[in-house]
């Protein structure tokens, strides 16, 4: 049978499959088309399409894979050609996230990209969840310990 098949191209003497990250959609073509940002092919036998990566992952053009999200990142989409850093208040400490957690009350992020909130000094404090820092405790109030939600009151 001499016919081709979709996923593989025509060269004068044979037919060669698409390798990974391109793909070719109608039979007896001669190139292969590059998967777009945010799908990817890693077949080895000729693609006739290219598939989507699921949210927490990403891929550029022509990729064979979706990667997955660093720590400090997440992609709450399917399709995407990247991730997003986690904003200051917030981290991710896995792979592959869709979403970023709050910082807890007693921990703060001021940067982005974060894999971890850090624990407030003491004399300092983060009473709510998705602290981007820490707050000095007022004249009259004082926190002896790290990781404080509130400052205590000096007595008379």
Do not use: I, M, V, Y
């Given at each position: 049978d001499d016919s081709m098949e979709y996923g593989v191209i025509t060269h004068?003497?044979?037919?060669?499959?698409?390798?990974?990250?391109?793909?070719?959609?109608?039979?007896e073509t001669v190139f292969c088309i590059p998967c777009n940002a945010g799908t990817r092919s890693n077949t080895t036998v000729g693609a006739a399409a290219c598939t989507t990566c699921p949210a927490g992952t990403s891929s550029s053009t022509g990729s064979a894979t979706c990667a997955p999200c660093s720590v400090g990142k997440y992609q709450p989409s399917e399709n995407s050609d990247t991730c997003i850093a986690c904003t200051a208040g917030k981290f991710q400490n896995v792979t592959g996230a869709t979403a970023c957690e709050d910082c807890l009350p007693g921990l703060a992020q001021p940067g982005s990209?974060?894999?971890?909130?850090?624990?407030?000094?003491?004399?300092?404090?983060?009473?709510?969840?998705?602290?981007?820092?820490?707050?000095?405790?007022?004249?009259?109030?004082f926190q002896n310990a790290m990781g404080g939600t509130t400052c205590k009151n000096c007595l008379a």
């Open positions: 004068a003497t044979k037919c060669s499959a698409c390798p990974g990250g391109f793909h070719q959609p109608a039979p990209g974060a894999d971890k909130c850090d624990e407030c000094r003491a004399g300092t404090f983060a009473a709510e969840n998705g602290s981007s820092s820490c707050t000095s405790c007022g004249a009259g109030k």
